[in-house]
């Protein structure tokens, strides 16, 4: 089984989707991934379902279950697997393991393609979708967003997921950042990587950035 790379719909020029053994399409991830780009989703995110799917079918292969017919208890056993893939059943010495095959972030984003991918079949009627989530009242410390606190509200929870430790992202010392707006061609791109490296803001906010969002006055 394997991901390949096709020809897309709509806008998008390319997209993926799952292979098996024989050289056939597996019809199911192929629904899934069709919709996925009509709704234009980018290249990379249609890449990265097609690989998390890829893997889940790789596990319902070694328990002999279809997609439709594995349970919210498959996706339980599936959170550990791919951590330490082996044979269900089948036991492995503590001397010979070498520690968790992938991160638990990629496990959660494979997670997070399995729900996405039933959720898509409940709305068909079969599957599993309508079991693997389930709603709660909001609690102090849930995002709301705006005016979110004025009513009552429900928050959408899903009962597998590994525990991620949150990881602070490298960043560029002093030397790096000056490498960088020293190779700067125009005043223009040089403003633009300034602004970014003082500021702490995104591409698309600076980029959103107007005159009168400046504050011109010199600091006294």
Known sequence: MYVRRVVGTGARRETYTVVDGDGRVVETVDDYLALCTDREHSPNTLGA?????????????????????????????????PRRPGQPGHLRSADTDRGPARETSTVNRALNSVYMFYEFFARRGVGMGAQLSHRRAASIGDHGGFLGGIAERQITTRPTRLKQTKRRPPTLTDVEVQQILDACGRVRDRLLMALMFETGCRIGQALGLCHEDMDQNPIS
């Open 49 to 81: 379902r097609a690989l998390d799917l890829k893997v889940w079918l790789a596990f319902l292969r070694l328990m002999d279950l279809d997609p439709l017919t594995a349970s919210p208890e498959h996706v339980g056993q599936f959170a550990g697997w």
